[in-house]
Nanobody, 119 residues
Framework: QVQLVESGGGLVQAGGSLRLSCAAS????????MAWYRQAPGKERELVAG???????NYADPVKGRFTISRDNTKNTVILQMDSLKPEDTAVYYC?????????????WGQGTQVTVSS
């Protein structure tokens, strides 16, 4: 079974930086789109940033210019570098990957990691 394992997150003051990492536990199956989502208390889960296998990136408007998404296809990892953090970035961040297992498409999620930005 393929799993997404996240690391990073924590508590940081406003204006600080954090780096989130996520690794898909497969070297066999094709990992296509990867992304980071977040969910704040009382709110719906929202897309933060996404990246295709070819490297095309997209960002939610609130994080443009502050967050950077990157990936390593050889390791099936995705990184979210978060700079100039604001209190409104506080949320649980989830890694996402579209993975074809035996040619069957599936949506995979990490367990979530807490990011807290203090003012």
């Amino acid at each position: 079974q393929v799993q997404l394992v996240e690391s990073g997150g924590g508590l940081v003051q406003a204006g600080g930086s954090l780096r989130l990492s996520c690794a898909a536990s497969t070297r066999t199956f094709s990992v296509n789109d990867m992304a980071w989502y977040r969910q704040a208390p009382g709110k719906e889960r929202e897309l933060v940033a996404g990246i295709t296998r070819g490297g095309t990136r997209n960002y939610a408007d609130p994080v443009k210019g502050r967050f950077t998404i990157s990936r390593d296809n050889t390791k099936n990892t995705v990184i979210l570098q978060m700079d100039s953090l604001k209190p409104e970035d506080t949320a649980v961040y989830y890694c996402y990957a579209e993975i074809y297992v035996w040619s069957r498409r599936g949506d995979y999620w990490g367990q979530g990691t807490q990011v807290t930005v203090s003012s």
